[in-house]
């Protein structure tokens, strides 16, 4: 009986780390210039000044902070060439490409629901 008990306090703390994990990288993720980074990026691979002139608004300092926050997390690779001056190439990673289909389905769900949203922000607004 006292296995069970070690083994199920094991089970809850790995379940608290995960969901712990899980609000850290939505935090991390959830921002504008992440998911737009992530969509700039799709399939292809991009140095730094592609992706600056891709997402729009974007200072050079919030590029480079957020590429290293996704690097981080694992969703996104950066490999340097050995050049003068340095070439750095940025790709989506697995699991950066899943994230990606998802802020598709995300964008898919604002496009067929825009109209609705944009009534109901009205009426709230009046």
Request: aromatic share 6%; net charge neutral; with cysteine.
């Amino acid at each position: 009986m006292v296995t069970k008990q070690l083994k199920d306090l094991s089970e809850d703390a790995d379940l608290r780390r995960a969901d712990s994990l899980a609000r850290e990288i939505f935090s991390d993720v959830a921002n504008k210039w992440a998911l737009l980074i992530i969509e700039t990026l799709g399939d292809r691979t991009l140095r730094f000044s592609e992706l600056r002139k891709g997402v729009e608004g974007i200072s050079h300092k919030m590029l480079t902070q957020n590429l290293r926050m996704l690097e981080r997390n694992g969703l996104v690779e950066r490999e340097v060439y050995p050049t003068v001056p340095p070439r750095v190439e940025y790709t989506l990673t697995e699991p950066g490409r899943g994230l990606r289909a998802t802020v598709d389905g995300m964008c898919d769900w604002t496009q067929k629901h825009l109209g609705r949203i944009e009534d109901a922000r009205r009426r709230f607004d009046a």
